[in-house]
């Protein structure tokens, strides 16, 4: 369902629309087309192209597996995740951080549990490079306790400003945590995308009730307003002229 109030049109795409995978050690909820999951109404929104819900079983996980041309990260929801690639890399990442990978001309890696007692829960996240074939790289962020308490937290940028993770994507990333009284306000000063996944919690968007899973799928120019959060927590991406 789309709505269009002051110049910004909102599509709602619910949770219960995600393809669902369950394979015992993971159960995932896909946003977009992946895998087993295909439909050709839902490839990617922008720059956007993957977003997993994944919960991974204490001890399981992915095996060592290629990339190329593609910015991904890991957002940790609970549990810890243990990340090692061909670049040298090997960290352990625990709820509250990111690990992020731009893939560029070709990396390999794997991702675990690294916990054999806890599951890890975390979603996977894919976007579209501004560049094609560049030098492989690998990072980590935490956040700290306040950064996303109430307010919208630059963590993914093109130009790392503001100490974000500097990326080869023509988006920027943002995280927030809503809750109570709270209220947010982000201004779209164009005829731009932008697209929010509520991560957990429940909130509304421009008067409109979202919960876990749901998101919206923002374009036009205006004033959004995220109110009435019940431990909300989102994730916004604004997407970028080329």
């Not at 269009?4 to 219960?16: D, L, R, V």
């Not at 669902?20 to 839902?42: C, I, R, T």
């Not at 876990?212 to 205006?222: K, L, N, S, W």
């Amino acid at each position: 369902m789309t709505n269009t109030h002051h110049g910004i049109s909102i599509t709602k795409k619910p949770a219960s629309s995600r393809g669902q995978v369950d394979m015992g050690w993971l159960k995932s909820a896909h946003s977009f087309s992946f895998g087993s999951y295909f439909d050709p109404e839902n490839i990617q929104f922008e720059t956007l192209r993957v977003i997993n819900d994944d919960l991974v079983a204490p001890g399981g996980g992915f095996p060592t597996h290629p990339h190329q041309n593609f910015e991904i990260f890991s957002y940790v929801q609970s549990g810890a995740l243990e990340h090692r690639d061909s670049m040298g890399n090997g960290s352990v990442v625990s709820a509250g951080g990111v690990q992020y990978m731009s893939a560029g001309a070709g990396v390999q890696h794997s991702e675990f549990n690294a916990s054999d007692k806890d599951p890890v829960k975390f979603l996977q996240i894919w976007l579209v490079p501004a560049e094609q074939n560049t030098r492989p790289r690998y990072d980590t962020l935490q956040f700290d306790p306040d950064d996303r308490n109430g307010r919208l937290k630059l963590f993914l940028s093109p130009d790392g400003r503001a100490n974000s993770l500097q990326i080869n994507s023509h988006t920027n990333v943002y995280a927030a945590q809503i809750d109570g009284d709270q209220t947010l306000e982000y201004e779209l000063t164009r005829d731009q995308p932008a697209y929010i996944h509520v991560v957990s919690g429940t909130l509304t968007i421009n008067g409109e009730t979202f919960s876990e899973g749901d998101a919206a799928q923002v374009r036009g120019h205006g004033l959004l307003e995220l109110a009435k959060g019940k431990t909300a927590e989102i994730i916004l991406f604004e997407f970028l002229p080329n």
